[in-house]
């Protein structure tokens, strides 16, 4: 079973510029997260997504973050436009059903903002 | 909110024990777990505490006190290979979702 897995693994773009991460859950994972670490800090929570409903968007920063879902497969979050302190890596998690704790997490989009 | 603690470093020698704090405050406690990142890649899962008390699998052992808004992860014989970051998280709040600490930054040297 492949794992979840994200892309690109590493982007560097300028201020201003647009970039849209891409993350494909295990197979039929209907929660699909997003999460984001600032070097040094925690892991934190973007969104939730079940199918291709939004769960919980409570830590999107600002409307500069779009993430979507369409037929509750892949997702994507992009980012227009880019900032300086929106740097750090993005992780995306899925997992099956009830949350048991246990979240299978990808290898992480590496986003630089020049 | 939900916010939690844990020591930013620790320091062990190969086949000692170590222990990694973790505090918590939240509303609507479900659970605890901890994940382990190795050179900031996938974090990966190791333990999951719903229940007050511990928790043993193989080398790792994680402890949860609902009633003090705290756990631990205990790693016994340590290994090189263990050196990597150990991240606790909650999950709790109203859509149950896992929200994680800064992360502790464990070496274990010769």
């Known amino acids: 079973e492949a794992g979840v897995t994200q892309f690109p693994s590493h982007s560097v773009i300028e201020k201003g510029q647009t970039v849209t991460l891409r993350c494909d859950p295990i197979s039929g994972h209907d929660n699909l997260y997003w999460y984001r670490r600032v070097m040094g800090k925690e892991i934190k929570f973007l969104l939730h997504f079940v199918k291709e409903s939004k769960q919980d968007e409570s830590g999107m920063p600002n409307n500069r973050f779009l993430a979507e879902r369409t037929g509750g497969t892949y997702s994507t979050l992009k980012v227009q436009p880019a900032e300086l302190e929106d740097s750090g890596v993005y992780f995306c998690a899925s997992h099956r059903g009830v949350n048991t704790g246990e979240l299978f997490f990808g290898e992480g989009s590496r986003l630089t903002v020049l | 909110g939900q916010s939690l603690e844990q020591p930013s470093e620790v320091t062990a020698v190969e086949g000692a024990i170590v222990q990694i704090n973790c505090t918590y405050q939240?509303?609507?406690?479900?659970?605890l777990s901890w994940y382990q990142q190795h050179d900031g890649g996938a974090p990966t899962f190791l333990s999951y505490n719903a229940l007050d008390g511990l928790e043993e699998t193989g080398r790792f052992s994680s402890f949860l006190s609902r009633s003090d808004s705290y756990g631990y992860l205990l790693l016994q014989e340590l290994q090189m290979k263990d050196s990597a970051s150990y991240f606790c998280?909650?999950?709790?709040?109203?859509?149950?979702?896992?929200?994680f600490g800064t992360g502790t930054l464990l070496a274990v040297q010769p």
């Open positions: 939240t509303s609507g406690f479900y659970g």
């Open positions: 998280a909650v999950k709790g709040g109203a859509t149950n979702k896992l929200i």
